[in-house]
C-alpha cells in the first residue's frame, strides 16, 4: 500500500463563532500550483451531521486515492491487483482527516487535503482531484447560520456532494436542502440550461432495514425514489422541495452501508479495516470505487463551464465573501455571486482562447517562434480576438444583458493587454540575423581585412576615411544592438 501524501489543511474557520475567514494564502498553495493551476478539478465532499463518521469515510476515500493514482500521471500503480487491495493491510492505521469517535464536534470549519491527485479521465484529459472535509452541521455549539453557510459553501464549491446520514433518510435530511431548492430556482429561471449543482450522493450509515431494501446502490436507488416520491396528501413545502431537488442536483444517488461494528466505539481504534465488521468492510469496499473511479469523476461546473484551478480560487473568494458575514445565507445574494462567478469564468476561458490562437501564429509546431510582419500580427490579433468574443457571447451565463456588457468590456480590455505583450514577443524575433552580436564582430573584422585590401588598391587619402566609416558603422551598430537587446522586457 502506497504511503499517504500530505496533510489536512484548514482554509475556512471562524474566528468569534459568527464569522468565517478563508485563508487564502493556504487554499492558493494548493489550487495555484505548477501542476494544478491550469488543470480542470473535480472536489469531492462529505458533509452531514456531525459526529456521523465523515472525516473517517474520508480517510478511506484518501487511501483509495493514494492507491489508484499516482501523484505524477494518475495511473492505476497496480492495475491487476485484487479490487479490494486498496483498502490496505488488516492492522494499517488510517491515516488522513483527523477523525475519532465521542460525542463532541470535531472539524472545525472546512479543510482541504494539501496534496492534489491528479489523474487522466476520458478523451484522455489530465484533472485534479481535491477533498473537502467539512463541520458536521447541528452540533451543540455552532448556530444555524454557521451551520448552514458551511453546508452552502460544500455545496457550491464540490462537483459531486457525499451527504452523509444516519441510519436512514429523514424528513429533516431532504429540508437540509430546502435552501438549495430555493436558490435552484433563481437560476433555473435564468434558462442557462444546466442545473444549478451537479452530484449529490446519500451516504446512509448505519442502515438497519436490508430486508427492505439491501445494502449498496440498488438499495439505496429504492431508498432514495421512495424518499423523494410525492405522494397524496403530502404537504405542499415537501411537495416543492422534492420536485426542485431532482431539477436542482444533474446526478442524485444513494448508498446503503450496514454498521461499522463495535471497533469504532473503542476510543484507541486506529480506523484499521481489520476492526471493522465483514459486511461493513464489503460495502465500503465497493462504495468507495463507486464514487471515486475514474467513470464516476466529474469535473466542477458553473452553468456549464468547467473550472481550473485558479476559477476554483476565485470562486472560493468570492463565496466567503458572501456567506461569512453575520447574516444568514440569503438565495438572492448567492445567486447575484454566483452571476459573477459564472462570468468570470467565461472570460477566463476566452481569454485563454485568444493566448493560445495567438501563440499557435507566433510559434511553428509549438516550439520554434517566427517572425509576423506588422500587418500579419494585427490581422491575426482582429481574428482571435473576434473567435474569442464570440466564444464568451455563446456561453448562457446567469446576469443577463447588464452582466454580458460589463464582462464583455473586460474580456476586450484583457486581450488589448495580452495582444500589447505579443507585438513585444513578436519584435524579439525581427531581423533576428543582426541580432546576434557575432555577427557585428565578424563585421568589423571583415571590414577590419577588406580595409588593408583596399588601402593596397586605394590612395592614401581615400583609405584613412574609410577605415574609419566602417570601425565607426561596426561600433554604432554593436551598441545599437546592446541598448535593444537589453532594454526589451524578458
Not at 487564502?24 to 505548477?34: K, T, V
Amino acid at each position: 500500500m502506497p504511503k499517504v501524501v500530505g496533510v489536512p489543511i484548514p482554509i475556512l474557520r471562524t474566528t468569534d463563532g459568527r464569522r468565517y475567514q478563508l485563508d487564502e494564502d493556504a487554499l492558493r498553495r494548493i489550487l495555484l500550483a505548477e501542476n494544478v493551476i491550469d488543470k480542470n478539478i473535480v472536489v469531492i465532499s462529505v458533509a452531514g451531521d456531525y459526529r456521523k463518521g465523515k472525516s473517517f469515510l474520508l480517510g478511506y476515500f484518501l487511501r483509495y486515492l493514494t492507491y489508484k493514482y499516482s501523484a505524477d500521471e494518475g495511473s492505476s500503480t497496480d492495475p491487476a491487483a485484487p479490487s479490494m487491495a486498496w483498502m490496505g493491510k488488516a492492522d494499517e492505521p488510517l491515516e488522513g482527516f483527523s477523525w475519532k469517535y465521542g460525542s463532541k464536534r470535531h472539524t472545525l470549519g472546512i479543510w482541504v487535503w494539501s496534496e492534489v491527485f491528479i489523474t487522466t479521465i476520458k478523451d484522455k484529459e489530465k484533472v485534479g482531484i481535491i477533498l473537502l472535509d467539512t463541520q458536521g452541521s447541528f452540533d451543540t455549539e455552532s448556530s444555524f447560520k454557521n451551520t448552514a453557510t458551511i453546508f452552502s459553501l460544500s455545496t457550491m464549491m464540490s462537483s459531486c456532494q457525499c451527504y452523509n446520514v444516519s441510519k436512514n433518510i429523514q424528513e429533516n435530511d431532504i429540508h437540509n436542502l430546502q435552501f438549495f431548492t430555493e436558490y435552484g430556482k433563481l437560476i433555473l429561471g435564468e434558462g442557462v440550461g444546466k442545473s444549478p449543482f451537479q452530484k449529490l450522493v446519500f451516504v446512509v450509515r448505519d442502515w438497519q432495514f436490508p430486508f427492505e431494501a439491501s445494502y449498496g446502490e440498488t438499495g439505496g436507488r429504492k431508498i432514495l425514489e421512495e424518499r423523494l416520491k410525492i405522494k397524496p396528501g403530502l404537504p405542499e413545502e415537501h411537495e416543492m422541495v422534492r420536485k426542485t431537488i431532482r431539477s436542482c442536483f444533474s446526478d442524485i444517488s444513494c448508498f446503503l452501508l450496514p454498521y461499522p461494528g463495535d471497533a469504532i466505539l473503542n476510543p484507541k481504534y486506529n480506523g484499521n479495516v481489520g476492526g471493522l465488521a465483514q459486511d461493513f468492510q464489503l460495502h465500503l469496499g465497493q462504495l468507495v470505487p463507486w464514487v471515486l473511479g475514474p467513470k464516476s469523476l466529474v469535473v466542477k461546473e458553473i452553468g456549464g463551464i468547467r473550472l481550473k484551478g485558479r476559477d476554483l480560487y476565485g470562486f472560493f473568494s468570492l463565496y466567503v465573501k458572501e456567506l461569512g458575514s453575520d447574516k444568514m445565507p440569503d438565495p438572492h445574494s448567492l445567486w447575484v455571486t454566483t452571476a459573477m462567478a459564472q462570468n468570470l469564468a467565461a472570460l477566463s476561458e476566452a481569454k485563454d482562447l485568444y493566448i493560445s490562437l495567438m501563440m499557435e501564429r507566433l510559434y511553428d509546431d509549438g516550439h520554434k517562434q517566427t517572425y509576423l510582419k506588422p500587418e500579419e500580427l494585427e490581422s491575426a490579433h482582429q481574428k482571435s480576438k473576434e473567435t474569442a468574443i464570440d466564444s464568451f457571447d455563446k456561453v448562457k451565463r446567469m446576469g443577463g444583458e447588464a452582466y454580458t456588457v460589463k464582462y464583455k468590456k473586460i474580456l476586450q480590455e484583457e486581450i488589448e493587454k495580452c495582444y500589447i505583450n505579443m507585438k513585444k514577443i513578436n519584435s524579439k524575433q525581427a531581423h533576428p540575423f543582426w541580432r546576434k552580436p557575432a555577427i557585428y564582430a565578424g563585421v568589423v573584422l571583415g571590414f577590419y581585412f577588406l580595409t588593408g585590401i583596399v588601402g593596397r588598391l586605394a590612395s592614401q587619402k581615400f583609405y584613412p576615411v574609410l577605415q574609419d566609416l566602417i570601425v565607426k558603422a561596426s561600433v554604432l551598430g554593436i551598441i545599437s544592438w546592446s541598448y535593444y537587446y537589453y532594454r526589451r522586457p524578458g
